[in-house]
């Protein structure tokens, strides 16, 4: 029988933290879900509330809290552009204060303490694909530098507890990754393609639409980073979480609209200030230490986005800024 263990997900209410605090119930360990709802909603782990494993709290992780808990994953964060650069300053907040409170609680308790890292700290990369190894192009004063940068601070926060008060932490740099439960007015790309074909709109494609990402399907991503959190070796990370695979951002939006069944149109505009051309994870490190690597493809992922988007009455959503 595997061990129960006491789980906080921070930001266990949104897209990723939903999925992962549904996998944990599921195991059988006692799960605390912290939320602030700024970018979820509770229906997304309405599912979970009648559980005797699951408890949600409503709280925002830039003010300090004490609960008594084994494992800590830190998911707390605005993570789309739209909704990270609505309040620059709070998303630099939840990423500092966040990191340095779950931090001091993993010290207290003696709990290991995941962070959910990303591939934006290695910003517009001059390497490809991008190795743990490299240290990235971040512009620190453009308009997604409170993301990026918020994000390289609570790495640099990680490793000072490791080093300096022996916490036991993980780090898991996290490409994109999609799935059902994706906010659909986030701003992401899949989230934008799918909501646009569904009703009709015209399919925006941002610059030319040449410039590449990597899609990785959420279930890949909680097992990897489960494992991540679990693994024997002591193995600390950082680590790259994400599906190598490479798209255009056209191919994308063709898969979309065959996969949709869409009769739209696909129209330019500008590409966004600091948008990365390319991004592909080198996952040899995952490989090694994890013994993972992504085995859902991008088409039957999307299949499975697409079907739940179609579930959902989007009048329940709102656009979070003007922007979108
Ligand atoms: N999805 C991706 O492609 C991706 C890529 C790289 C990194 N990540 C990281 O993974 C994590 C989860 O991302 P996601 O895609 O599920 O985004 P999401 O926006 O759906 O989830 C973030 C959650 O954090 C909550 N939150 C935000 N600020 C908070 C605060 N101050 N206190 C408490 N809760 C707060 C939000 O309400 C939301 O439920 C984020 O840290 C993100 O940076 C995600």
């Known amino acids: ?28 360990h006692d799960v605390i879900c ?25 709280h ?13 994953y830190n998911l ?11 309040n620059p300053i709070k998303t630099l907040k939840t990423s500092v204060l966040g990191a340095i409170n779950v931090l001091g609680m993993a010290k207290r308790c003696g709990a290991t303490v995941l962070q959910a890292s990303t591939s934006e700290i290695y910003g517009d990369p001059e ?12 512009n620190t004063l453009g308009p997604r530098a409170c993301y990026d940068e918020g994000k390289r601070a609570a790495e640099t926060l990680f490793m000072d507890y490791h080093r300096q008060n022996k916490v036991d932490v993980r780090i898991v740099r996290i490409f994109n990754t999609y799935g059902p439960r994706m906010h ?13 074909a569904l009703t009709g709109e015209d399919i925006t494609i941002f610059g030319t639409g040449s410039q590449t990402r990597s899609f990785c399907y959420r279930d890949d991503l909680v097992e990897a980073i489960i494992r991540m959190m679990n693994n024997s070796e002591g193995f600390i990370g950082p680590v790259n979480i994400g599906n190598p695979g490479e ?9 979309t609209i065959e996969l949709t069944g869409a009769k739209c149109t696909m129209v330019d505009r500008p590409l966004p200030v600091d948008d990365p051309t390319q ?25 499975s986005t697409i079907d739940w988007f179609r579930s959902i009455d989007l009048s329940h959503y709102r656009a979070p800024t003007p922007n979108y």
């Not at 006491?6 to 996998?23: K, N, P, Y």
């Not at 707390?76 to 609505?86: F, M, T």
């Open 279 to 303: 991004r592909q994870p080198d996952i040899t490190l995952a490989r090694k230490h994890l013994k993972w690597e992504p085995e859902i493809a991008l088409r039957d992922g999307l299949k």
């Open 184 to 196: 659909p007015y986030d701003g992401r790309v899949v989230s934008n393609f799918i909501r646009q």
């Open 76 to 86: 707390a964060c605005p993570a789309a552009p739209g909704h990270y650069q609505y």
């Open 60 to 72: 925002d992780i830039t003010l300090p809290c004490w609960l008594e808990v084994d494992q800590i």
């Open 1 to 28: 029988m595997p061990q129960i263990k006491r789980i906080l997900v921070t930001g266990g209410a949104g897209f990723l933290g939903s999925h992962l605090c549904e996998r944990l119930v599921n195991d059988g």
């Open 127 to 138: 390497v490809h694909p991008q190795p743990e190894s490299y240290r990235g192009s971040v």
């Open 34 to 58: 912290l939320d602030n709802f700024f970018t979820s909603q509770k229906s997304n782990v309405a599912h979970l509330l009648d559980k005797p494993n699951f408890e949600l709290f409503r």
């Open 247 to 255: 798209f255009t951002i056209r191919e994308l939006a063709e898969l």
